[in-house]
Protein backbone atom coordinates (compact mmCIF):
# COMPACT_ATOMS: atom_id res chain seq x y z
CA UNK A 1 0.00 0.00 0.00
CA UNK A 2 1.67 3.11 -1.30
CA UNK A 3 0.81 6.60 -3.21
CA UNK A 4 -2.44 7.84 -3.24
CA UNK A 5 -4.60 4.71 -1.22
CA UNK A 6 -1.97 5.14 1.69
CA UNK A 7 -2.76 8.68 1.78
CA UNK A 8 -6.79 8.15 2.05
CA UNK A 9 -6.25 6.28 4.97
CA UNK A 10 -6.93 7.97 8.06
CA UNK A 11 -4.60 6.60 10.58
CA UNK A 12 -4.92 3.75 13.50
CA UNK A 13 -5.62 5.37 16.19
CA UNK A 14 -4.63 3.53 19.94
CA UNK A 15 -8.41 3.51 20.62
CA UNK A 16 -8.39 1.60 17.28
CA UNK A 17 -5.18 -0.39 18.13
CA UNK A 18 -7.00 -1.42 21.14
CA UNK A 19 -9.61 -2.55 19.70
CA UNK A 20 -8.06 -4.69 17.23
CA UNK A 21 -5.64 -5.91 19.64
CA UNK A 22 -8.88 -7.35 20.99
CA UNK A 23 -10.23 -8.63 17.80
CA UNK A 24 -6.94 -10.13 16.54
CA UNK A 25 -6.80 -12.37 19.66
CA UNK A 26 -10.42 -13.47 19.20
CA UNK A 27 -9.56 -15.00 15.83
CA UNK A 28 -6.63 -16.96 16.56
CA UNK A 29 -8.46 -20.42 16.52
CA UNK A 30 -11.05 -19.27 13.36
CA UNK A 31 -11.43 -20.46 10.42
CA UNK A 32 -11.42 -18.33 7.35
CA UNK A 33 -15.55 -18.80 7.13
CA UNK A 34 -15.72 -17.68 10.65
CA UNK A 35 -13.34 -14.77 10.49
CA UNK A 36 -14.88 -13.37 7.68
CA UNK A 37 -18.15 -13.58 9.20
CA UNK A 38 -16.78 -11.93 12.53
CA UNK A 39 -14.74 -9.53 10.24
CA UNK A 40 -17.87 -8.28 7.58
CA UNK A 41 -19.26 -5.72 10.21
CA UNK A 42 -16.06 -4.07 10.39
CA UNK A 43 -14.71 -4.35 6.78
CA UNK A 44 -17.98 -2.91 5.61
CA UNK A 45 -18.22 -0.20 8.29
CA UNK A 46 -14.31 0.90 7.12
CA UNK A 47 -15.43 0.65 3.29
CA UNK A 48 -18.69 2.28 3.94
CA UNK A 49 -17.45 6.12 3.09
CA UNK A 50 -15.61 4.65 -0.23
CA UNK A 51 -17.75 2.50 -1.84
CA UNK A 52 -19.41 5.49 -3.57
CA UNK A 53 -22.85 5.24 -2.30
CA UNK A 54 -25.08 8.25 -1.86
CA UNK A 55 -24.86 7.90 1.95
CA UNK A 56 -27.09 11.10 2.31
CA UNK A 57 -29.30 9.25 0.48
CA UNK A 58 -29.74 6.11 1.55
CA UNK A 59 -29.62 7.15 5.30
CA UNK A 60 -32.85 9.77 4.74
CA UNK A 61 -34.55 6.28 3.30
CA UNK A 62 -33.46 4.38 6.20
CA UNK A 63 -34.91 6.51 8.55
CA UNK A 64 -37.79 6.87 6.29
CA UNK A 65 -38.09 2.99 6.59
CA UNK A 66 -37.72 2.98 10.25
CA UNK A 67 -40.19 5.87 11.41
CA UNK A 68 -43.03 4.12 9.12
CA UNK A 69 -42.41 0.91 11.14
CA UNK A 70 -44.64 0.68 14.49
CA UNK A 71 -42.14 0.89 17.31
CA UNK A 72 -43.53 -2.42 18.26
CA UNK A 73 -42.08 -4.01 15.05
CA UNK A 74 -38.65 -1.71 15.79
CA UNK A 75 -38.07 -3.88 18.82
CA UNK A 76 -38.61 -7.48 17.29
CA UNK A 77 -34.95 -9.70 16.93
CA UNK A 78 -34.09 -9.66 13.67
CA UNK A 79 -35.64 -5.56 12.32
CA UNK A 80 -32.01 -4.28 11.79
CA UNK A 81 -31.53 -6.89 9.21
CA UNK A 82 -34.54 -6.68 7.74
CA UNK A 83 -34.44 -2.93 6.98
CA UNK A 84 -31.48 -3.63 5.77
CA UNK A 85 -32.08 -5.97 3.17
CA UNK A 86 -34.71 -2.80 2.45
CA UNK A 87 -32.20 -0.27 1.74
CA UNK A 88 -29.82 -3.27 0.23
CA UNK A 89 -32.58 -3.01 -2.46
CA UNK A 90 -32.97 0.60 -2.81
CA UNK A 91 -29.30 0.58 -2.80
CA UNK A 92 -30.06 -0.82 -6.37
CA UNK A 93 -31.70 2.10 -7.14
CA UNK A 94 -31.82 6.12 -8.20
CA UNK A 95 -33.41 8.58 -6.42
CA UNK A 96 -36.06 8.75 -8.62
CA UNK A 97 -36.54 4.74 -8.37
CA UNK A 98 -34.91 4.14 -11.99
CA UNK A 99 -32.60 0.89 -11.62
CA UNK A 100 -29.07 1.39 -11.62
CA UNK A 101 -26.94 0.24 -14.53
CA UNK A 102 -25.64 -3.25 -13.97
CA UNK A 103 -22.00 -1.59 -14.30
CA UNK A 104 -22.59 1.13 -11.68
CA UNK A 105 -23.93 -1.25 -8.66
CA UNK A 106 -20.70 -3.28 -9.96
CA UNK A 107 -18.21 -0.32 -9.27
CA UNK A 108 -19.72 0.49 -5.90
CA UNK A 109 -19.38 -3.13 -4.69
CA UNK A 110 -15.67 -3.41 -6.70
CA UNK A 111 -15.00 -0.13 -5.04
CA UNK A 112 -16.16 -0.98 -1.35
CA UNK A 113 -13.93 -4.93 -1.86
CA UNK A 114 -10.89 -2.37 -3.01
CA UNK A 115 -11.09 -0.19 0.02
CA UNK A 116 -11.77 -3.64 2.04
CA UNK A 117 -8.43 -4.44 0.68
CA UNK A 118 -6.18 -1.36 1.26
CA UNK A 119 -7.53 -1.51 5.00
CA UNK A 120 -6.60 -5.31 5.38
CA UNK A 121 -2.81 -3.92 4.13
CA UNK A 122 -3.47 -1.10 6.29
CA UNK A 123 -4.30 -3.42 9.13
CA UNK A 124 -1.38 -6.25 8.41
CA UNK A 125 1.34 -3.61 8.33
CA UNK A 126 -0.30 -2.51 12.28
CA UNK A 127 0.57 -5.96 13.41
CA UNK A 128 -2.67 -7.97 12.98
CA UNK A 129 -2.41 -10.54 11.13
CA UNK A 130 -5.42 -12.22 11.88
CA UNK A 131 -7.70 -9.09 11.46
CA UNK A 132 -6.18 -8.74 8.00
CA UNK A 133 -6.74 -12.00 7.13
CA UNK A 134 -10.33 -12.26 8.14
CA UNK A 135 -10.84 -8.96 5.89
CA UNK A 136 -9.25 -10.78 3.20
CA UNK A 137 -11.46 -13.97 3.77
CA UNK A 138 -14.11 -11.27 3.20
CA UNK A 139 -13.31 -10.47 0.04
CA UNK A 140 -13.39 -14.30 -1.35
CA UNK A 141 -15.60 -15.49 0.82
CA UNK A 142 -19.04 -12.50 0.62
CA UNK A 143 -20.79 -12.60 -2.86
CA UNK A 144 -21.75 -9.40 -3.36
CA UNK A 145 -25.58 -9.71 -2.23
CA UNK A 146 -23.86 -10.06 1.03
CA UNK A 147 -21.42 -6.89 1.13
CA UNK A 148 -24.30 -4.69 -0.34
CA UNK A 149 -26.57 -5.68 2.52
CA UNK A 150 -23.17 -5.47 4.84
CA UNK A 151 -23.21 -1.97 3.53
CA UNK A 152 -26.91 -1.20 3.80
CA UNK A 153 -26.51 -2.38 7.92
CA UNK A 154 -24.29 -0.08 8.46
CA UNK A 155 -26.46 2.45 7.33
CA UNK A 156 -29.42 1.16 8.96
CA UNK A 157 -27.08 0.92 12.12
CA UNK A 158 -27.18 4.92 12.36
CA UNK A 159 -30.83 5.11 12.23
CA UNK A 160 -32.26 2.34 14.63
Known amino acids: MS??????????????????????????????????????????????????????????????????????????????????WWLGQRMLLDAEDNPLPAEQVQATLDAARAAIATRADQIEAAGFPRVAAGFRSVLSGTDDDALREALALRIVETVT
Open 3 to 84: GPEAAKLAPIDEAFHAALRELDDYLEHADDERRAELCLPLASRLALHEAGLDLTRLRAEAEAFVQATPLSDRVLSGYAEQAA
